[in-house]
């Protein structure tokens, strides 16, 4: 079973910055991690995308976040990077990883979810 795990999250100051790792790991190993997705869930708010990775290694930001945000990954370390600058209380949420990942050759691709990270801005 192929297990996700978000880190990096905490209370940063107005105008701070954070990175956000999301981890793919399996008791035998990721075949392939195809794809990933963040997301953010503010309390009383719809769940909001936040950046697309794509499995043809592109990655895209919704245009109003762009210019503070950069998601990247390391294929060789099965994680997914959230790069988030000039933080505002609005970003306040949980950030979520949502991936497409084949555990094994013989396995079909499957959607997988983390459990989150707690974003707090504020001072």
């Known amino acids: 079973q192929v297990q996700l795990v978000e880190s990096g999250g905490g209370t940063v100051q107005p105008g701070g910055s954070l990175r956000l790792s999301c981890a793919a790991s399996?008791?035998?190993?990721?075949?392939?991690?195809?794809?990933a997705k963040w997301y953010r869930q503010a309390p009383g708010k719809q769940r909001e995308l936040v950046a697309s990775?794509?499995?043809?290694?592109?990655?895209i930001i919704p245009d109003s976040i762009k210019g503070r945000v950069t998601a990247s990954r390391d294929s060789a370390k099965n994680t997914v990077y959230l790069q988030m600058t000039n933080l505002s209380p609005e970003d306040t949420a949980v950030y979520l990883c949502?991936?497409?990942?084949?555990?094994?050759?013989?396995?079909?691709?499957?959607?997988?979810w983390g459990q989150g990270t707690q974003v707090t801005v504020g001072s």
């Open positions: 990775l794509t499995s043809i290694g592109t990655t």
């Open positions: 399996a008791s035998e190993g990721v075949f392939k991690f195809y794809s």
């Open positions: 949502n991936a497409r990942i084949q555990e094994s050759v013989f396995s079909d691709v499957e959607d997988y």
